[in-house]
């Protein structure tokens, strides 16, 4: 069971959720799961659906670095031996043991199958455009704080699920949920200028101005929760929503499902919509700053009086 250090400075976004409970009332507990998704918490699933070979999965290693950090299902159990690189890479890892190599192959196979039926069924009522799984075998952190943020252009919610496949806990450290980043640095990083931009580059954007510059700091720079999470741990967690850290860790597996926002339980939810909404307001209460003064000046003049915003 995850371990948690939280900081009294920051929101805390994280839920409980026991599967064990899921079928007393199969829609309400659906329902609960989608909520708390979308409203950016970070869940932890108790009791969860998957059962994990950790004796296979932890014979197998891949070098440190970004090259080889995220690998699909589909490079593991259908690799491109013809390729040089590839070669060399599942030679180091697996040497001539072809029967563990196929032993692997298998558990890759079959808990990749796993999540993507527990995400489908789960989340029934999503469109999905892609059902992508992703591995690490590779030691990974401490990388710093920082939002993710996807490529692709097009508005997009990202359904994502972990799993800690290693023998050792993983660790995260959890920053300010985006939004509050948003309000908090939106001079420092003139997030302003990008009202009506993919909220992709408003997280890089975040990355680059603020984050940098905190991830040289001590880490007491920016308050932060410290989770730890035991092998077999299952959290789901949209990562554009949460600044987070891989503090140390070596073994995962994770999901990239790309969905149609306007399939979510509520769609006002997406990421694009809430940092659109967020900029909007800060740009009205700039807007209103601005103003004030100069209507407070009309009415002196006048002896007039200023109607309070809103009445």
Not at 73 to 78: K, Q
Not at 138 to 160: A, I, K, N, S
Not at 171 to 190: H, S
Not at 193 to 199: F, H, M, T, V, Y
Request: glycine share 6%; net charge positive.
């Amino acid at each position: 069971m995850a371990e948690i250090e939280r900081s009294a400075a920051v929101a805390d976004p994280f839920v409980r959720v026991d599967w064990g409970n899921r079928d007393r009332d199969r829609p309400a507990f659906e329902a609960e799961l989608k909520r708390h998704y979308e409203a950016g918490h970070i869940i932890l699933l108790d009791h969860p659906p998957f059962e994990v070979d950790f004796d296979v999965l932890n014979r197998v290693s891949f070098p440190a670095g970004r090259l080889h950090q995220k690998l699909t299902d589909r490079f593991l159990t259908y690799p491109k031996l013809h390729r040089p690189e590839v070669r060399r890479l599942f030679f180091d890892a697996f040497g001539l043991d072809v029967p563990f190599y196929l032993r692997f192959r298998r558990e890759v196979k079959r808990l990749s199958a796993a999540l993507r039926g527990f995400l489908r069924d789960t989340f029934s009522s999503y469109r999905f455009l892609k059902q992508g799984v992703s591995w690490r075998f590779t030691p990974t952190g401490p990388e710093g704080l920082h939002v993710d943020y996807f490529r692709r252009p097009e508005e997009l919610q990202y359904l994502r699920i972990f799993i800690n496949v290693d023998r050792q806990p993983r660790v995260w450290t959890i920053g300010p949920p985006l939004e509050e980043l948003i309000e908090r640095y939106a001079d420092e990083a003139d997030l302003l200028e990008l009202a009506g931009a993919p909220s992709n580059q408003v997280c890089h954007r975040l990355n680059k101005r603020i984050f940098d510059k905190v991830n040289v700091q001590p880490r007491s720079a920016m308050d932060r929760h410290i989770v730890s999470f035991a092998p077999g741990d299952v959290w789901l967690c949209e990562t554009r929503l949460n600044s987070h850290e891989i503090f140390s860790g070596h073994r995962l597996v994770a999901t990239d499902f790309y969905v149609e926002p306007s399939s979510m339980q509520d769609p006002q939810q997406s990421v694009d919509r809430r940092v659109a909404a967020c900029l909007q307001r800060l740009a009205a209460a700039r807007s209103l700053a601005a103003a004030t003064p100069a209507l407070l000046s009309v009415a002196a003049l006048g002896g007039g009086t200023v109607a309070a915003p809103g009445r």
